[in-house]
């Protein structure tokens, strides 16, 4: 088990090889990259990422979603090998930098429209992503995300069904977003989650780093490890979640000392 901060936290702040270099700095254990335009999906990004990351352990990597993920699963062949070309360079960027997981949001639902999954077609294409990964000594982690396909209960384990080697990111806003209680994806993803996606919320509504909310972490973190969770803890918060660099240190320690507590490593 792992606690980091995705450097997706310090977006808008700095570009993504600076905030890599400023997690190494800080001293923190682990982040996942997250990627964040084309220019980044590529083997030469991927070598300036290792060259800043210094100590820095990568345990995941993700992308801005709606740019390619999307058409991954279109019915375009030319959209779809395009997607699967930058799917391709961003994993080469991973495995240069030593990813282990590509944390995947899949196909956003832009219309607000009750959506009829084909699990069999989504389930062929989702192997060939896992396959994609497998080639890059990566393992792909479906998410759960209130505007993508994992916004309810029962998508995972339909295409778990059809995707055995398939792994969960589980992601505590997001399941707040859809409406859901987030132990109902912590039962759903069960044994396969190998990244969990950590921030909190005030009494008012508003998202904020962990430990200056409501959410009880004694909790959440009991309900990973009853599931055999043994992954990564993950910060990731949005820049105007916080102020200071220093708070968002805090909040770092905050969530070892709980791991530490509850997960016992």
Known sequence: MKVGISSA???????????????NELKVDTTEVFFETFSEY???????????????NVHSIHTLTTQFEP??????????????DLLDGTLSAGEIIG???????????????????????????????????????????????????????GFFSEL????????????????????????????????DIVTAHLSDVREDGKMCLPGKGTIDFDEMFSRLRD???????????????FETIEELMESYYFIKEKAQKILGK
């Open 71 to 84: 058409t991954l699963y279109s019915q375009n062949d030319r959209a779809q090998k395009e997607s699967f």
């Open 160 to 191: 778990k069904m059809r995707c055995p080697e398939l792994k969960g990111t589980f992601d505590v806003k997001q399941a707040r977003q859809s409406n859901i209680g987030y132990r109902e994806f912590i039962a759903e993803m069960k044994g």
């Open 9 to 23: 936290s310090l977006f808008g702040r700095f570009h993504t090889e600076d905030a890599v270099k400023k997690l």
């Open 42 to 56: 590529t083997k030469k990004f991927g070598k300036k990422i290792k060259k800043m990351k210094g100590e820095l």
């Open 227 to 241: 599931v055999g969770f043994d992954g990564a803890l993950i910060l990731e918060v949005y820049k105007n979640d």
């Open 99 to 153: 990813a282990k997981y590509y944390t995947f949001h899949g196909v956003a639902r832009v219309k607000r429209v009750p959506m009829l999954i084909d699990f069999e077609r989504v389930g062929r294409i989702t192997n060939d992503i896992i396959s994609a990964c497998k080639k890059h000594g990566m393992d792909l982690a479906y998410e759960n995300v209130h505007w993508a396909y994992y916004n309810y209960i």
